[in-house]
């Protein structure tokens, strides 16, 4: 029997280029199983397209990713993403929504039974028992998203794509989905891959913080985050952290040439 991989996803070499624009180049990771990782970085730095590449959404110009052991060359059924917008169908209710995508053609086939088993803890372990007849109109945006990661779960990831997803959300919402988030995805055993540009946000909910930045962009730090959870309570190691991850962020800014006099 082969040992299971140490490495849920692995990437070398990566580089992407929208027409002659470099996004990202030389970026090599690994996402380790049940590891939430955060990619941090400045607002169009390439943690999007990143995000998308090792997603398999993006073919890249460049370099291999491979998903347990896999080369990969489109989203793997094992794998879910959300992003900042829950689009959920406002035709089907939240159940129908939760449920949607479970058919694919490049899903495993599963029981009528089992699909719904699935959708039904998935909805409890969000706070959504009870909401199941619901129109996606009826939802605060928080509700919302809650359905989002209620549909990715459905799908038992083994690696969970999240793009931005509670940078919508009021700061009291916010807070409570990160916490949920992190519940969830240790209940299920899942990785997270988590975009944000919210360095406290990172400090909360990441095993690991990767700081993107550079043009093109590049992998240029990264943090184990130690800090025992909840991490609310252990405020001056999380200030600590979150001056030193600022100071880089900050030296990522690409400065403008001066004029030579
Ligand atoms: N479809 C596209 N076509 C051309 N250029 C694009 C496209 N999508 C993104 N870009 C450019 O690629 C670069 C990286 O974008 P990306 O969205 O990956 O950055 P980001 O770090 O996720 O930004 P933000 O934090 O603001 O979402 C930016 O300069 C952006 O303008």
New binding site residues.
């Given amino acids: 029997m082969n040992a299971p991989a140490e490495h849920l996803l692995a990437a070398r070499g990566l580089a992407f280029h929208?027409?002659a624009?470099p996004?990202?180049a030389g970026v090599a990771l690994a996402i380790r199983r049940r590891e939430i990782v955060a990619l941090l970085?400045?607002?169009?730095?390439?943690?999007?397209?990143?995000?998308?590449a090792l997603a398999g959404l993006e073919s890249p110009a460049a370099g291999q990713v491979s998903f347990l052991d896999q080369a990969l060359a489109s989203p793997h059924p094992r794998s879910a993403l959300i992003f900042q917008q829950a689009s959920l169908l406002p035709w089907l209710t939240v159940e129908a929504n939760a449920a949607f995508g479970l058919d694919f053609r490049h899903q495993p086939a599963i029981a009528a039974a089992t699909r719904r088993e699935r959708v039904r803890e998935a909805l409890a372990a969000v706070g959504l028992a009870g909401r199941e007849s619901a129109w996606p109109a009826e939802l605060s945006g928080g509700q919302a998203q809650r359905v989002a990661l209620a549909r990715a779960l459905a799908r038992e990831p083994e690696l969970l794509f999240a793009?931005?997803p509670f940078s919508a959300l009021d700061a009291i919402t916010r807070a409570e989905m990160q916490n949920l988030l992190v519940e969830v995805v240790h209940r299920w055993h899942a990785a997270v891959l988590l975009?944000t540009?919210d360095i406290d946000e990172a400090i909360l909910v990441a095993d690991r913080i990767l700081l993107?930045g550079g043009r093109p962009?590049t992998l240029l730090a990264e943090w184990t985050v130690d800090i025992p959870r909840p991490r609310e309570d252990h405020p001056g190691a999380v200030t600590a952290l979150r001056l030193d991850i600022l100071s880089a962020l900050r030296d990522t800014f690409v400065q403008p040439t001066a004029d030579v006099a």
């Fill in positions: 929208y027409g624009q996004v990202f970085g400045s607002s169009g730095c390439g943690k999007s397209t990143l995000l998308r793009d931005e975009v540009h993107m962009g």
